[in-house]
């Protein structure tokens, strides 16, 4: 018998380094992403936030945890807070 390699695939916040569902891993990386979006998770500037990362300020732009500021209809950086808790400096 011959060894096999798979790879499964998950997502992992790119904030707090929670993963989206521990039980599951799939081979296909498109259905991560589908269920991330279901599971309110958001992609901005080309990282994921998990529920706990992010929120819709009172200007209905989207607030992540390290600091970042993001138009909420589009992956537009509007601008980065300082001294946020898991900025360095």
Not at 34 to 52: L, M, V
Not at 62 to 83: A, P
């Amino acid at each position: 018998m011959g060894i096999i390699r798979e790879y499964f695939f998950n997502m992992r916040c790119d904030c707090c380094g929670e993963i989206l569902n521990d039980e599951y891993w799939t081979s296909d990386e498109d259905s991560v992403k589908f269920n991330a979006e279901n599971s309110d998770w958001t992609e901005r500037g080309g990282k994921w936030y998990c529920p706990n990362c992010w929120h819709y300020n009172e200007d209905d732009n989207i607030e992540t945890k390290d600091g970042k500021v993001w138009d909420g209809e589009i992956d537009e950086l509007k601008y980065e807070r300082l001294n946020t808790p898991n900025s360095e400096g």
